[in-house]
């Protein structure tokens, strides 16, 4: 078994240690991230909470806005009850330090960056980034364990693949995707991309256009599932049969990444460079017999998070306090939402225990659309937020394709009965559920680190860290396994 290198929270000495305590912390609060926002008022969460953080935040000094800095940075003030103080720092002190990217020759990382203006068109910024990024890391990985061969995993529009097969790195990769659309469509850039490079400016610049470069990119379309991760080593071996190859993925969604993982643990793969994503679509219950994409390690085994706990770790709190205005939206449609469920309930349209229909984002124009068939009187009778509450519950409905209709009535009563209070709960709880969302990442890592190193001999090498800024993008953590 292969060492794991994460520089591990003060106070712990080894992974599994830290492991063990994670998983104990967590189910001692695993209520708040499994808590799901929509049935908040339904089933009555706020009074499962401690009395004494309930009457903190329900203070008439209180400012909704403090919780932007609690979830950023933990900071809470001296008002706070211990209790609620042990659970901040608790969920601070745990999560990992994901400091500090392997250093790379910056002479190498400006030329390379510089080369890179032939592959970003139709990238966005944060993409462009991404992609630099993880490129250079991945012919950093190849190089040093001589392989010959890339499989990228999740290849969508093939943006990572074509800097790896025609920048300088020159290396062959097989570009995999499970939708024929992105592979025409990556196929179609790549035309364009080859184009750029045999023009005049390329040449200018020095880049050497030979017809041997457009053969190192291969796409081909496959569903890659748990069950079926063991294809991948088969395509790479049709593709290169004596070659050392590897195995990358730029923010391979749900299962995909957990495949990608059971491909290289169960293969002859020499490495493997993954940034996963959409924690949200990891599975966890299954038939007997059947593959999970949680827990995949022994040091992890016998965890359950939960479905609501894995949305819980796509939280982006590092974002909070850098966009107050969209933080503090969020808390209210969560609390219209919350309140429309409650309504509906009330108003026996769907059973208390029954599933919440999925409402998704009410457009402007939508709400535009549902402010004019409320009538005017009604208007007149509420305040600004009555009827915003109103507004959204037509506009609500009628994206869901509802024949119910509430009267302007029912909905302005509805809101009054919560009011502002409801409003501050709503934000509170959703800040406590979303402090737990990067622990449940960090458990998410380790089990995953855990289980690349189960694969490696001692010989061989497993890391995790940051290789983006968290602000850009908030899943910014790659996993990276050499066996020699």
């Not at 720092?89 to 020759?105: E, Q």
């Amino acid at each position: 078994m292969a060492a794991v290198e994460i520089q591990l929270p003060e106070g712990f000495a080894t992974v599994a240690e830290y492991a063990a305590e994670i998983k104990h912390v967590y189910k001692q609060y695993a209520h708040l991230p499994n808590m799901h926002i929509v049935d908040f008022f339904v089933t009555g969460f706020w009074q499962t909470l401690p009395r004494e953080w309930q009457e903190y935040f329900e203070a008439s000094n209180f400012e909704l806005s403090s919780l932007l800095s609690l979830a950023s940075t933990g900071q809470l003030d001296q008002r706070a009850p211990e209790s609620l103080h042990s659970y901040v720092r608790a969920m601070f002190h745990l999560r990992l330090n994901y400091h500090g990217s392997p250093p790379t020759d910056q002479i190498e990382k400006e030329n390379h960056q510089q080369e890179l203006w032939y592959f970003l068109d139709s990238m966005s910024p944060k993409k462009k980034i991404e992609v630099a990024e993880l490129s250079q890391l991945v012919a950093n990985v190849a190089s040093e364990s001589k392989c010959s061969l890339v499989v990228d995993v999740g290849a969508g529009q093939g943006y990572l693949s074509r800097v790896l097969a025609y920048s300088s790195t020159g290396l062959p990769v097989l570009a995999v995707d499970s939708s024929p659309k992105q592979q025409r469509g990556a196929e179609s850039m790549q035309r364009r991309t080859i184009k750029r490079l045999q023009g005049p400016r390329a040449a200018a610049n020095g880049f050497k256009w030979d017809s041997e470069r457009a053969a190192r990119l291969e796409h081909t379309v496959m569903h890659v599932s748990l069950d079926n991760a063991s294809q991948l080593a088969e395509a790479a071996h049709a593709t290169a049969p004596d070659a050392r190859w590897m195995l990358c993925g730029l923010h391979a969604c749900g299962d995909l990444s957990s495949a990608v993982l059971k491909a290289f643990a169960e293969s002859d793969a020499t490495a493997v460079v993954l940034v996963p994503c959409c924690y949200n679509h990891i599975s966890e219950t299954s038939q007997e017999g059947s593959v999970v994409g949680f827990p995949l390690s022994l040091g992890m085994h016998g965890t359950w998070l939960g479905q609501n706990a894995l949305k819980t770790a796509c939280q982006a709190t590092s974002r909070w306090d850098a966009s107050p205005e969209a933080t503090l939206a969020a808390f209210r449609r969560n609390y219209f939402r919350s309140l429309l469920h409650f309504l509906m309930v009330a108003q026996n349209q769907i059973a208390s225990d029954g599933v919440a229909p999925a409402v998704g984002k009410v457009t402007n124009t939508e709400l535009q659309t549902a402010l004019a068939e409320i009538p005017a009187d009604a208007i007149a009778r509420s305040s600004a937020d009555e009827q915003d509450f109103a507004v959204y519950v037509l506009a609500a409905l009628t994206k869901l394709d509802h024949a119910w209709r509430p009267t302007a009535e029912q909905c302005i009563a509805c809101y009054r009965e919560h009011g502002g209070a409801g409003l501050r709960q709503i934000a509170a709880a959703w800040t406590l559920k979303s402090l737990a969302g990067p622990l449940i990442e960090c458990m998410l890592v380790v089990d995953r680190a855990l289980y690349l190193a189960e694969h490696c001999t001692a010989a061989g090498r497993v890391r995790a860290f940051a290789l983006f800024d968290p602000v850009t993008s908030p899943r910014n953590v790659v996993l990276v396994a050499q066996r020699t």
